[in-house]
């Protein structure tokens, strides 16, 4: 594995792998986040994982000695082969000029119809590298090149919920109501984030994810099925 | 013993008046941050003064303005930010223990110095714990500011209170120094030596941009340190943003960021850092 190890203080450490983001380097931090757990369960507090790094918080100090042994151990894991058997979550999303502002916009910038907009964004399957910036927000890679936008100047004060957004090389879809810099294509009417429940999330890291268009119809009798607890989630 | 569910009436919020305890750990694989109190240095003294659990929550005040009623007997103190506090309109000090009757009137005014007041409560609140903690955020609890009219839920207690013998020195300058401890951070590295030195040897300023998320600070560094993949970041964490801007992560910060994240504030630093307001000065140190 192509890694390096970074001691911030005696009890955060970061392991980085090339500014890439692929589904190669997932798998490998998987495996690597796998190791910590079995290997190092009582000296590990949290693991956060980015789409090249990998964040170890530490209940125990650790000197740079030990980074380089860690490092070491790390090179000598077993290459792994194959592919993830991960599934693939439908989520369904309704994509509209009225559910989906920046739309028509996009369009323009990229000089392609709306038809061809949500085509792209709909038949690409994506993979879930981590969750970040609000609870239940999923980083997605995978993105078609064809719709890579610069983020807005200046973001929006208030992005609804379930907005479905495209910003630089990714998509996602806003779990909660909140300011954002991504340019909207459509809603989803799923809710994505339940506090309530053990998991709070349905896709677990690695799996994939695909969006399905939806009427108007379909998106207000999932949100109300969403609502009441009754949606249940689909995947292949 | 018998404990009443009583409760605290607020007439006025204040500014940024939320419940915190020491936050939220384990949860930060869905993207909820930690949360908890901004300083712990003074929850904890709270919470030593009353003799309570360490972790047991208190009120959080980021200004002047709350006005609360209490309904039924407790004890509580104030420890933290220099503000004037009136007790049934009669000035009181941080530190005191207050033998809170019922319909006692507790007024916060005057800031003097300090950005984070804490009102420890006999026994903590009561209001909803989320995933094992009482803090308050957006989307996980069901209350994330007090506004006016809110009410929060504590115990009375109807017991005879062994008195205290004298009330506790509060030492209130142990947040004036100005001295940041930091780390270096994963990007520190890309800045040119240069940048580097001028940023250790530079006062920065807190900006008005202070919330329990981010600190922004005045002066900017310019930089051409390259963008990031989105990555792990803590409270704490120093990010360097394109247009040079220093923004130090706060408690309530995201569990992942897209900026280079130049330094980490060493734990107690950060608990000095938050009592900084607008203004204030800064210097780093590693």
């Given at each position: 594995m192509d890694i390096r190890i970074f001691r911030i203080h005696s009890k955060l450490i970061e392991l980085a792998w090339p500014k890439v983001i692929s589904t190669d380097i997932l798998r490998e931090q998987q495996q690597v986040r796998r190791f910590f757990e079995e290997e190092y369960t009582e000296g590990i507090r949290e693991i956060r994982i980015g789409f090249n790094t990998l964040s170890l918080k530490l209940r125990i100090e650790i000197s740079e000695n030990d980074c380089a042994d860690i490092l070491e151990e790390i090179n000598q894991l077993p290459s792994i082969l194959g592919s993830f058997s991960s599934k693939i979550w439908k989520i369904p999303v309704h994509y509209s000029p009225e559910s989906g502002k920046d739309l028509e916009k996009l369009a323009g910038i990229h000089e392609i119809g709306i038809e061809e907009i949500i085509k792209i964004h709909s038949e690409t399957i994506y993979t879930l590298h981590f969750y970040g910036f609000?609870?239940?927000?999923m980083y997605l890679g995978?993105?078609?090149?064809?719709?890579?936008t610069p983020r807005k100047k200046n973001p929006e004060r208030s992005m609804p919920s379930g907005t479905v957004a495209i910003g630089g090389k990714q998509t996602g879809i806003y779990p909660a109501e909140s300011p954002g810099g991504w340019h909207a294509i459509g809603q989803c009417p799923?809710?994505?984030?339940?506090?309530?429940?053990?998991?709070?999330?349905?896709p677990a890291i690695g799996d994939k994810v695909k969006f399905e268009p939806i009427t108007r119809e379909v998106f207000e009798d999932i949100q109300q099925l969403s609502h009441q607890g009754l949606y249940s989630w689909h995947h292949d | 013993m018998i404990k009443t569910p009583a409760y605290i009436h607020f007439i006025q919020p204040g500014l940024m008046t939320t419940v915190q305890d020491l936050g939220r750990f384990g949860m930060a694989a869905y993207g909820v941050p930690y949360s908890g109190v901004m300083d712990r240095f003074s929850m904890t003294q709270a919470n030593y003064l009353l003799q309570n659990q360490f972790y047991d929550s208190v009120l959080e005040m980021g200004g002047p303005g709350a006005k609360m009623v209490f309904e039924m007997p407790t004890r509580i103190v104030f420890v933290g930010a220099d503000a004037d506090i009136y007790w049934n309109d009669k000035p009181v000090k941080a530190g005191k223990i207050l033998e809170i009757q019922e319909d006692d009137v507790i007024h916060i005014r005057k800031?003097?110095?300090?950005?984070w007041l804490y009102m420890g409560i006999q026994g903590g609140f009561e209001t909803e714990i989320v995933a094992e903690s009482r803090s308050w955020y957006p989307g996980i609890t069901p209350q994330f500011k007090i506004e006016k009219s809110d009410s929060v839920c504590y115990l009375s207690e109807e017991r005879f209170y062994p008195a205290l013998s004298s009330h506790a020195k509060m030492n209130l300058n142990w947040f004036k120094h100005g001295e940041i401890k930091v780390y270096k951070g994963?990007?520190?590295?890309?800045?040119p030596k240069l940048m580097q030195n001028r940023i250790m040897k530079k006062s920065f300023t807190i900006s008005t941009l202070v919330n329990r998320m981010a600190y922004q600070l005045e002066e900017t560094i310019e930089n051409e340190v390259e963008p990031i993949l989105t990555s792990p970041v803590y409270p704490g964490t120093i990010q360097l943003t394109p247009n040079g801007t220093l923004i130090v992560l706060m408690r309530?910060?995201?569990?992942?960021?897209?900026?280079?994240?130049i330094l980490q504030v060493e734990n107690n630093s950060l608990n000095i850092l938050s009592q900084k307001r607008p203004g204030d000065r800064i210097n780093f140190s590693l």
């Amino acid at each position: 594995m192509d890694i390096r190890i970074f001691r911030i203080h005696s009890k955060l450490i970061e392991l980085a792998w090339p500014k890439v983001i692929s589904t190669d380097i997932l798998r490998e931090q998987q495996q690597v986040r796998r190791f910590f757990e079995e290997e190092y369960t009582e000296g590990i507090r949290e693991i956060r994982i980015g789409f090249n790094t990998l964040s170890l918080k530490l209940r125990i100090e650790i000197s740079e000695n030990d980074c380089a042994d860690i490092l070491e151990e790390i090179n000598q894991l077993p290459s792994i082969l194959g592919s993830f058997s991960s599934k693939i979550w439908k989520i369904p999303v309704h994509y509209s000029p009225e559910s989906g502002k920046d739309l028509e916009k996009l369009a323009g910038i990229h000089e392609i119809g709306i038809e061809e907009i949500i085509k792209i964004h709909s038949e690409t399957i994506y993979t879930l590298h981590f969750y970040g910036f609000l609870p239940g927000f999923m980083y997605l890679g995978g993105l078609d090149e064809k719709l890579y936008t610069p983020r807005k100047k200046n973001p929006e004060r208030s992005m609804p919920s379930g907005t479905v957004a495209i910003g630089g090389k990714q998509t996602g879809i806003y779990p909660a109501e909140s300011p954002g810099g991504w340019h909207a294509i459509g809603q989803c009417p799923v809710r994505l984030f339940d506090i309530s429940k053990e998991r709070p999330v349905v896709p677990a890291i690695g799996d994939k994810v695909k969006f399905e268009p939806i009427t108007r119809e379909v998106f207000e009798d999932i949100q109300q099925l969403s609502h009441q607890g009754l949606y249940s989630w689909h995947h292949d | 013993m018998i404990k009443t569910p009583a409760y605290i009436h607020f007439i006025q919020p204040g500014l940024m008046t939320t419940v915190q305890d020491l936050g939220r750990f384990g949860m930060a694989a869905y993207g909820v941050p930690y949360s908890g109190v901004m300083d712990r240095f003074s929850m904890t003294q709270a919470n030593y003064l009353l003799q309570n659990q360490f972790y047991d929550s208190v009120l959080e005040m980021g200004g002047p303005g709350a006005k609360m009623v209490f309904e039924m007997p407790t004890r509580i103190v104030f420890v933290g930010a220099d503000a004037d506090i009136y007790w049934n309109d009669k000035p009181v000090k941080a530190g005191k223990i207050l033998e809170i009757q019922e319909d006692d009137v507790i007024h916060i005014r005057k800031f003097r110095k300090g950005q984070w007041l804490y009102m420890g409560i006999q026994g903590g609140f009561e209001t909803e714990i989320v995933a094992e903690s009482r803090s308050w955020y957006p989307g996980i609890t069901p209350q994330f500011k007090i506004e006016k009219s809110d009410s929060v839920c504590y115990l009375s207690e109807e017991r005879f209170y062994p008195a205290l013998s004298s009330h506790a020195k509060m030492n209130l300058n142990w947040f004036k120094h100005g001295e940041i401890k930091v780390y270096k951070g994963p990007e520190w590295d890309q800045l040119p030596k240069l940048m580097q030195n001028r940023i250790m040897k530079k006062s920065f300023t807190i900006s008005t941009l202070v919330n329990r998320m981010a600190y922004q600070l005045e002066e900017t560094i310019e930089n051409e340190v390259e963008p990031i993949l989105t990555s792990p970041v803590y409270p704490g964490t120093i990010q360097l943003t394109p247009n040079g801007t220093l923004i130090v992560l706060m408690r309530d910060a995201q569990v992942t960021g897209g900026y280079p994240r130049i330094l980490q504030v060493e734990n107690n630093s950060l608990n000095i850092l938050s009592q900084k307001r607008p203004g204030d000065r800064i210097n780093f140190s590693l």
